[in-house]
């Protein structure tokens, strides 16, 4: 299997293969990505597992998720084990959190949000959650409050704290704002927090502040604003400590888009960036590894529910917009030990990395093969160095 040179595009793997569908929720860990739920085109909330396995690009369905079935969750990886919460379903809300364990494949259900109040529960959907050492920190989405003689909804402005060494849940700084958001992005990077965009309860005002959350002081800081007005619905995603949004809807005029930007959390930007290869998204599941991002499902550009699947990769070292690489030919791919590289400019050096980023080998390279049988069998990255100071970038598995 050959694959691209990394630079500022998505390349389309293999559709995810169950039914299309919307407001999915995914997790990675070991180099497996799994999606559970989601709403079908035709308003049917599931509850079917996959597993795809990213060296191999293949899919498998899992036995499926034990509890209730539901759209617009959270999920979230602590440790090696994956966590899916809150989310809604034909009978409302809900407050539940679940653990997931890959090598036994074994559910259990764990410490969801506290009840809240008679008048403002806690169960919600289309919230956001971001991890931070051992701790997970979840807030925002839509909920209800009840009256004396009504039922509203709200948007959140709110956020928890679930830490794994105690085992409870406890609240923290709220937004400074005031403002509800749902269907908001948040993301973790540096052991800082990021928080933003989202629309109100009424779905007609896109929200384009930003928030920084520092869980030593509990306490927020506001960020540059998003530039766009497609801000609800995105699919947000963490490449080499940058935050990166996918897709979005605007309100007033309604629409959608494909757009793609990167933000900075050191200088305070964002960049745009060439747009998502796959046009208008919406409402897809995005998850990320060290390198590479991968977004799917959602709707598109007529709010109709897709299944096509994609990779976007950044390897450690390497801009999204690379000038005047020229490609790399590398093979054969998967290799058992030897590699050789085939390109019209002068390679200097090579860097094999694995998907955590770690280099595992650096090597001046000569004309012909190039050994890396000492490698253990799996996904790795392997760097060109050109003579003129490019860079190239082509993903291969090392199997025996």
């Given at each position: 299997?050959?694959?691209?040179?990394?630079?500022?595009?998505?390349?389309?793997?293999?559709?995810?293969?169950?039914?299309?569908?919307?407001?999915?929720?995914?997790?990675?860990?070991?180099?497996?990505?799994?999606?559970?739920?989601?709403?079908?085109n035709?308003?049917?909330?599931?509850?079917?597992?996959?597993e795809?396995?990213?060296?191999?690009?293949?899919?498998?369905?899992?036995p499926?998720?034990?509890?209730?079935?539901?759209?617009?969750?959270?999920?979230?990886?602590?440790?090696?084990?994956?966590?899916?919460?809150t989310?809604?379903?034909?009978?409302?809300?809900?407050?539940?959190?679940?653990?997931?364990?890959?090598t036994?494949?074994?559910?259990?259900?764990?410490?969801?949000?506290?009840?809240?109040?008679?008048?403002?529960?806690?169960?919600?959907?289309?919230?956001?959650?971001?991890?931070i050492?051992?701790?997970?920190?979840?807030?925002?989405?839509?909920?209800?409050?009840?009256?004396?003689?009504?039922?509203?909804?709200?948007?959140?402005?709110?956020?928890?704290?679930?830490?794994?060494?105690?085992?409870s849940?406890t609240?923290?700084?709220?937004?400074?704002?005031?403002?509800?958001?749902?269907?908001?992005?948040?993301a973790?990077?540096?052991?800082?927090?990021?928080?933003?965009?989202?629309?109100?309860?009424?779905?007609?005002?896109?929200?384009?502040?930003?928030?920084?959350?520092?869980?030593?002081?509990?306490?927020w800081?506001?960020?540059?604003?998003?530039?766009?007005?497609?801000?609800?619905?995105?699919?947000?995603?963490?490449?080499?400590?940058?935050?990166?949004?996918?897709?979005?809807?605007?309100?007033?005029?309604?629409?959608?888009?494909?757009?793609f930007?990167?933000?900075?959390?050191?200088?305070?930007?964002?960049?745009?960036?060439?747009?998502?290869?796959?046009?208008?998204?919406?409402?897809?599941?995005?998850?990320?590894?060290?390198?590479?991002?991968?977004?799917?499902?959602?709707?598109n550009?007529?709010?109709?529910?897709?299944?096509?699947?994609?990779?976007?990769?950044?390897?450690?070292?390497?801009?999204?917009?690379?000038?005047?690489?020229?490609?790399?030919?590398?093979?054969?791919?998967?290799?058992s030990?030897?590699?050789?590289?085939?390109?019209?400019?002068?390679?200097?050096?090579?860097?094999?990395?694995?998907?955590?980023?770690?280099?595992?080998?650096?090597?001046t390279?000569?004309?012909?093969?190039?050994?890396?049988?000492?490698?253990?069998?799996?996904?790795?990255?392997?760097?060109?160095?050109?003579?003129?100071?490019?860079?190239?970038?082509?993903?291969?598995?090392?199997?025996?």
């Amino acid at each position: 299997m050959m694959f691209s040179v990394a630079s500022a595009q998505w390349v389309q793997r293999p559709n995810f293969p169950g039914v299309s569908r919307a407001k999915a929720t995914s997790f990675t860990i070991n180099g497996k990505i799994y999606v559970m739920g989601g709403v079908t085109n035709n308003s049917i909330i599931l509850n079917d597992f996959w597993e795809y396995d990213i060296a191999t690009a293949t899919w498998t369905q899992k036995p499926n998720f034990p509890g209730p079935e539901r759209y617009g969750a959270v999920s979230f990886v602590l440790g090696n084990l994956g966590y899916i919460a809150t989310g809604g379903n034909d009978f409302g809300y809900l407050d539940d959190m679940w653990q997931y364990d890959p090598t036994t494949g074994i559910w259990l259900q764990k410490t969801g949000l506290p009840v809240g109040s008679a008048q403002h529960e806690n169960q919600r959907v289309e919230a956001f959650a971001f991890v931070i050492g051992n701790s997970v920190y979840l807030g925002g989405g839509q909920g209800f409050v009840f009256g004396a003689n009504s039922t509203n909804n709200i948007a959140f402005y709110d956020l928890w704290e679930f830490s794994t060494a105690t085992n409870s849940w406890t609240p923290k700084a709220t937004i400074p704002d005031f403002l509800g958001r749902n269907m908001s992005v948040a993301a973790a990077v540096n052991n800082k927090g990021y928080v933003g965009l989202g629309t109100d309860i009424n779905q007609t005002v896109n929200r384009q502040s930003f928030w920084e959350y520092d869980p030593v002081a509990d306490a927020w800081t506001m960020k540059a604003d998003f530039p766009g007005n497609y801000t609800t619905d995105t699919g947000p995603f963490v490449l080499n400590n940058n935050i990166y949004i996918t897709g979005g809807v605007r309100f007033s005029p309604i629409g959608t888009s494909g757009q793609f930007y990167r933000y900075d959390p050191v200088t305070d930007t964002w960049t745009q960036l060439p747009a998502f290869n796959g046009g208008a998204i919406v409402g897809h599941f995005t998850c990320a590894t060290a390198t590479s991002a991968f977004a799917g499902g959602g709707y598109n550009g007529s709010f109709t529910t897709r299944n096509d699947f994609w990779e976007y990769t950044t390897a450690t070292g390497l801009n999204d917009h690379t000038p005047d690489n020229e490609a790399a030919a590398v093979f054969p791919n998967p290799t058992s030990g030897e590699l050789y590289i085939q390109s019209s400019k002068n390679i200097a050096s090579i860097q094999v990395t694995d998907p955590e980023g770690k280099i595992i080998l650096n090597r001046t390279y000569k004309n012909g093969s190039t050994d890396i049988s000492e490698v253990q069998d799996g996904i790795y990255f392997v760097k060109i160095f050109f003579a003129d100071g490019e860079t190239a970038v082509q993903r291969i598995v090392k199997a025996d």
